[in-house]
């Protein structure tokens, strides 16, 4: 694969939380649930030793055409669902606190990413509402250039918000937007400015060269895009616009 | 017509198996669609889908029936499950929620 590179070092980084130690370390119990259809990307719903539920989609099963309409590739999805868990779990809270942990892990020889299940129903406007959630969910998408964040694509549990779904992004420049519910959100309660420990957070993915490793996992491209967007965030003191990748 | 069957699956902890608990059906005949089951709020009669075949923003207003063809395109993360099939006239059971795009 063309993202070879990109999958050993997200490898090479993963399982330091608890969490991903499962993930990685875990067997799988029985068979994957029986899903009527394929589905898009070829999702599989697993049990995990510990019981945990999470969804395997391989590298191989990206529905190509799906990915190239979004201008990703048809090897990007599972790697920028990790990468979204990495760039999360390395700015910490709350942002790592929204965003369903994902390693990358092979399920019956197959490759591709692991995303644990999240608690909660879709469609809640609760968390859009409430700026103790829109706020930093806001944050994470417009930084990782989100290109689908419907209202199907986060889950909410009456406590918390968990966004799920992170195949479409890191987005390059001028690449669609389907949605970016919380961006809208954030950006018509005139709530775009950043806050204190946003700018923090941008400031610190900045000063690293690497950026906070997340360089390494992004194809080239990708990973200045992800800088050239956090510095125009600082920049103008704000998030930026939904489709402004 | 195009019938589509939203469903979630649970572990059941003792027997190990799955077990298939339905959320929605959504029913596109011609402009119309309905949507009924335990958990058709969850289903969104108003979203775009991005069509993989042309990248354009797709929504019932395009077509009920293209737009539900498209509905897997919708829900990638896994845990709710889309069905899609061609069927005969059907009338979804119990009570629906109607949209139409017609005048």
């Known amino acids: 694969m063309k993202i070879d590179a990109q999958i050993a070092a997200v490898k090479a980084?993963?399982?330091?939380?608890?969490?991903?130690?499962?993930?990685?370390?875990?067997?799988?119990?029985?068979?994957?649930?029986?899903?009527?259809?394929?589905?898009?990307?070829?999702?599989?719903?697993?049990?995990?030793?510990?019981?945990?539920?999470v969804f395997h989609k391989p590298f191989s099963g990206v529905d190509v055409a799906n990915a190239i309409a979004f201008r990703q590739t048809g090897e990007t999805p599972p790697l920028h669902e990790a990468v979204a868990w990495r760039l999360a779990a390395a700015l910490g809270p709350p942002w790592q606190e929204l965003v369903a942990p994902c390693v990358l892990r092979d399920y019956a020889s197959e490759d591709g990413s692991l995303s644990l299940q999240a608690n909660g129903w879709p469609r809640d406007a609760a968390p859009i509402l409430n700026p103790t959630w829109c706020l930093p969910a806001a944050f994470f998408d417009s930084l990782i250039a989100q290109q689908d964040r419907h209202d199907?694509?986060?889950?909410?549990?009456?406590?918390?918000?968990?966004?799920?779904?992170?195949?479409?992004?890191?987005?390059?420049?001028?690449?669609?937007?389907?949605?970016?519910?919380?961006?809208?959100?954030?950006?018509?309660?005139?709530?775009?400015?950043?806050?204190?420990?946003?700018?923090?957070?941008?400031?610190?993915l900045l000063n690293d060269s690497d950026l906070l490793g997340i360089a390494s996992f992004l194809l080239p491209a990708r990973a200045q895009a992800l800088a050239d967007r956090a510095k125009r965030m600082l920049d103008r003191g704000e998030i930026l616009p939904a489709g402004e990748f | 017509m195009i019938q589509v069957n939203f469903s979630t699956f649970e572990r059941d902890r003792d027997t190990k198996e799955w077990i298939k608990l339905p959320v929605a059906q959504l029913i596109a005949d011609g402009e119309d669609v309905a949507i009924s089951g335990p958990h058709a709020d969850w289903i969104n009669p108003d979203l775009a889908i991005i069509d993989p075949e042309t990248a354009q923003r797709i929504t019932r207003a395009d077509g009920a029936e293209r737009w539900a063809r498209l509905l897997p395109f919708a829900f990638r993360n896994g845990d709710i499950d889309v069905e899609v099939s061609e069927v005969a006239a059907a009338e979804p059971a119990g009570v629906a929620f109607h949209y139409s795009t017609a005048a």
């Open chain 1, 13 to 53: 980084t993963q399982g330091s939380l608890a969490i991903e130690r499962s993930m990685l370390d875990e067997g799988f119990v029985g068979a994957p649930a029986p899903t009527s259809t394929p589905g898009i990307n070829t999702t599989m719903q697993l049990e995990l030793a510990g019981g945990e539920i």
């Open chain 1, 152 to 204: 199907g694509n986060w889950r909410w549990n009456g406590e918390r918000l968990t966004l799920i779904d992170h195949g479409y992004t890191f987005a390059s420049p001028g690449a669609i937007l389907n949605y970016s519910d919380f961006v809208a959100a954030r950006h018509e309660h005139g709530a775009a400015n950043l806050l204190t420990e946003e700018r923090a957070a941008l400031a610190r």
